[in-house]
């Protein structure tokens, strides 16, 4: 399977290159004030459409990764995990000025979960809101659930995302 996903791997950044090379000279046309009006919505289809196949290739090499991972699972107290990985940011949020804070409203439960792969998920969702929350606002992580499940939920006062573009986060 490792030689499968390195295949998988290599075709996609076949693939990537060209269209990040197609990228670049149709955002120098169409900030271009010599490129007419008409040209710059035609460019602006084709940069649109470039970056769909970029999502589309991106997608698929996570889901080939997610296909030969192999999970890692463990029972383990969930709050402890996410109060770890939220330590990570409280310098950050210092800096930046941030009200940032954990809430655990589960206690000391424990799930099976493979840590690794919670960790990856909480991290980027955090790094993205300390990434688009300003100056002196706020980050909530809360863990919320009863026996059956559990949320993560990462609430912030950021920039928050264009209601075009969340048809494409999952």
């Known amino acids: 399977s490792e030689m499968k996903l390195r295949f998988f791997t290599d075709i996609s950044h076949e693939i990537r290159t060209p269209l990040t090379m197609i990228t670049a000279p149709v955002d120098y046309l169409m900030s271009d004030a010599k490129t007419s009006d008409e040209t710059k919505k035609q460019l602006k289809k084709i940069s649109q459409n470039t970056e769909r196949m970029l999502r589309l290739v991106n997608q698929i090499l996570d889901f080939r990764k997610i296909q030969f991972t192999h999970l890692k699972v463990q029972e383990l107290e969930i709050a402890l995990l996410v109060a770890e990985i939220c330590d990570n940011f409280s310098d950050i949020a210092i800096k930046q000025n941030i009200d940032f804070k954990f809430t ?46 559990i949320s993560i939920e990462v609430h912030d006062q950021g920039l928050g995302i264009a209601p075009e573009k969340m048809k494409n986060l999952f």
């Open 104 to 149: 655990n409203l589960v206690d000391n439960q424990k799930i099976w979960v493979d840590p690794d792969c919670i960790e990856k998920i909480v991290m980027n969702l955090l790094s993205n809101a300390f990434k688009f929350t300003q100056y002196g606002k706020a980050i909530e992580v809360c863990l919320r659930g009863d026996e059956k499940q």
